[in-house]
């Protein structure tokens, strides 16, 4: 059974920022998907166990912005 999971990202601008976020979840492990909305600031995160926040947190700030 799948677990989904909504975050909002801060700073966020343009097509470019929303494809460094989805690369850097995407390499969380157990992660099957990810969607990234630039308008809401919304990250969707299906994976195949819960992820933390924290992970979360760490491959967004990766990216170079911030979970709200």
Wanted: net charge negative.
């Amino acid at each position: 059974m799948s677990s989904t999971s909504t975050w909002t990202v801060t700073g966020m601008t343009c097509g470019h920022c929303v494809a460094s976020v989805r690369e850097e979840v995407e390499e969380i492990a157990g992660v099957e998907s990810v969607e990234v909305t630039l308008e809401s600031g919304t990250v969707v995160v299906t994976s195949a166990e819960p992820v933390t926040r924290e992970a979360v947190e760490a491959a967004v700030t990766e990216a170079g912005y911030a979970l709200a």
